[in-house]
């Protein structure tokens, strides 16, 4: 272990991740108050009302495929919901993620045994690259994909393979891969607000406006 | 910059709200309302793909309402929205998009894209963009009254026509009257049987009603050619009529963008609520079905099956009603795949039909409809949407498929049990 790593290690877990936690709160502050400020008129036609037609509905019901989307997508269906549940099982349940967030808050919660943590990374990668694939097989998703489709597809698997290398002790001596790990969470957590990943805290927003605007038709969205 | 994209990009500012930032925000470029749109299914060109066809919109979005994209365009890193993109974007704005809001129904982010595509059509229209077939329906809307020209000797033949045919009183101009009976130029002169049907049905359930001699069309092409003044003052003239008589509710005809226009935008095309309620006739009809209200005998035995006009079901909420409406005189009613909220659109909403250059690829998405169809292979189609019923018959002409369409109206009336005509009561003033 060279000094170097040492530094650098050092660093990531002080002024660097000091850095990058305030531009991703600022960030996300901000892109909230940009968005939703924009505000709307109200509706004037008097509304209809039928059980499970609102906002607050469509939040958990867009979670699911509508019906006959899942045969026709079956990779974005199948592919999304590995990884995202593989990714939040892999960040919120790693026991070592756990000790971070209870140095920072004080917060604690049980963490899941490290050999499933493996497997769980393991199984998300995989999703990762079959969406990535799919990504560039299919022709409506290579047309609509732009440099941040790519590089956001990037900032998000970087974390899972550097994190799970570290704890493998694969390729980079482990203080380095640490190091490296904790860097593109940092660089994840800076773009997070400015690129389409802010669709974790949007997607709430746009579920809710759906499924209100659609609601007071009495169409339950 | 000409002065028409000045007004269009102001116009595209001006509809910019929350939930268009939310939905742009929120957008991970998946593309599965490509999968929901039957312009992709059926030419799986990937231009049709739903979010695409608002690049213009989200552009201006970005550049005008996010810190980013305000740097960017303060470097000139970004590219503006020009006149050439707008006029290469009016086919996929207008074109390629019924308004049937299916991309809307499965968007895992929640996007309500159509919604989106509604207020982009409006910077399309002031600057000029718009295709000319729905431009000019709705300049003869506000200046004649109607997108195909009828004028109110017309409406008054047909009246002349019902009565003598059936021997009822067609009401018109009449102050008190429970409903205020208004129909789309389709149904005055292509479907008359319309008229006839609603006079037959609302004389057997009791009720007063009347035709409006200021106020009879009641599409309103406006909402489809996104331009919110015209489509204004389209529902303002209903809007008086109404007040005007007195009415209580104003029955919207078998036509899913009157009701979509007059139902949902109407109040907020004018700025206020409306005092009289707006119920599309086949929520009409169930309410005196399920009130004992109608008699109906006897029952069609040959396969039947509905299609769901877009604007009634999907964006309109009315699914149930017509299933009650046809159960009570249906024996043999078959559900096609997707039916109901998901239901495929026929093809011709949203101004389609109204464009001429777009009946070559109007023609081509009508291949969801047709396969939809032939899943069941029906004796009839009925369904409860003048549109939908000439873009379907013309589909299933261009198919060499005899399937005849019918009115869901016309349907339930044919099954009355007949009373004895007599002169439509005088309404209580």
Not at chain 1, 11 to 37: D, Q
Not at chain 1, 82 to 106: C, E, M, R, W
Not at chain 1, 127 to 152: G, N, Y
């Amino acid at each position: 272990m060279s000094m170097n790593d040492l530094q650098w290690l050092t660093w990531v877990r002080g002024t660097g991740f000091n850095i990058a936690v305030g531009i991703f709160l600022l960030g996300v502050v901000w892109r909230l108050i940009e968005v939703y400020t924009l505000g709307r008129k109200p509706d004037l036609a008097a509304p209809r009302h039928v059980p499970g037609a609102s906002g607050w509905h469509t939040i958990v019901r867009r979670s699911l495929p509508p019906p006959g989307m899942l045969a026709r997508s079956p990779v974005s269906y199948i592919g999304g919901y590995v990884f995202h549940v593989g990714l939040a099982i892999v960040v919120f349940f790693f026991a070592q993620h756990i000790l971070l967030v209870k140095q920072l808050t004080g917060l604690s919660w049980p963490g899941l045994p490290s050999q499933l943590i493996n497997l769980t990374a393991v199984v998300t990668m995989v999703a990762m690259l079959a969406v990535l694939v799919d990504r560039i097989r299919q022709p409506v998703k290579r047309f609509l994909s732009t440099f941040e489709d790519w590089f956001t597809w990037a900032l998000t698997f970087l974390p899972l393979v550097t994190g799970w290398m570290a704890t493998q002790h694969l390729l980079l001596p482990y203080t380095r891969m640490l190091a490296l790990h904790i860097l593109t969470v940092e660089l994840l957590l800076v773009f997070l607000p400015f690129t389409k990943l802010f669709h974790a805290f949007a997607l709430i927003g746009s579920r809710w406006y759906n499924g209100d605007t659609n609601g007071r038709k009495g169409v339950p969205v | 910059m000409s002065a028409s994209l000045e007004k269009g990009i102001h116009a595209l500012k001006e509809v910019i709200d929350a939930p268009i930032a939310s939905y742009f925000a929120s957008c991970v470029h998946c593309g599965l309302c490509a999968e929901a749109c039957l312009f992709y299914t059926e030419t799986g060109d990937p231009k049709y793909t739903p979010i695409h066809k608002l690049e213009p919109l989200r552009r201006v979005y970005e550049q005008e309402y996010t810190l980013l994209g305000r740097v960017k365009k303060l470097l000139g890193v970004s590219k503006p929205v020009t006149d050439d993109e707008l006029a290469e974007w009016q086919e996929l704005v207008y074109n390629s998009c019924t308004l049937c809001a299916r991309c809307s129904a499965v968007c895992p982010v929640g996007n309500d894209i159509v919604y989106m595509v509604r207020k982009l059509r409006e910077g399309m229209a002031v600057s000029g963009h718009a295709p000319h077939g729905i431009d000019e329906a709705v300049t003869r809307t506000v200046t004649t009254g109607s997108p195909m020209g009828i004028k109110l000797p017309a409406v008054q033949a047909q009246m002349k026509h019902v009565e003598a045919n059936t021997g009822l009183a067609v009401p018109m101009d009449v102050e008190g009257a429970e409903y205020m009976v208004i129909m789309s130029s389709m149904e005055i002169i292509n479907f008359p049987e319309y008229l006839e049907s609603v006079a037959r049905i609302l004389h057997q359930a009791g009720k007063t009603w009347t035709l409006c001699s200021t106020a009879f069309e009641a599409t309103n092409g406006g909402i489809q050619l996104g331009n919110s003044d015209l489509a204004g003052l389209i529902v303002q003239r209903i809007v008086d009529g109404a007040e005007r008589l007195k009415v209580k509710t104003v029955i919207s005809p078998e036509c899913g963008h009157a009701y979509t226009a007059l139902r949902w935008e109407g109040p907020n095309l004018i700025g206020r609520p409306f005092t009289f309620a707006v119920k599309h006739i086949v929520e009409v009809l169930d309410e005196f079905r399920a009130q004992g209200l109608i008699k109906t005998e006897g029952f069609e035995t040959d396969k039947l099956t509905f299609h769901d006009p877009c604007q009634l079901a999907r964006r309109g909420g009315v699914i149930r009603q017509q299933r009650n409406l046809l159960g009570s005189v249906a024996k043999n009613f078959v559900e096609m795949p997707d039916a109901g909220f998901m239901n495929w659109c026929c093809g011709g909403g949203g101004g389609v039909t109204a464009i001429e250059e777009a009946e070559a690829l109007r023609l081509e998405a009508f291949k969801r409809k047709k396969q939809q169809i032939e899943a069941v292979q029906p004796d009839r189609l009925v369904t409860a949407c003048a549109v939908c019923r000439s873009t379907l018959e013309e589909g299933l002409e261009h198919y060499n498929m005899a399937i005849p369409v019918v009115g869901l109206t016309e349907m339930i009336a044919s099954h009355l049990v007949e009373t004895r005509p007599v002169a439509n009561k005088e309404p209580q003033a």
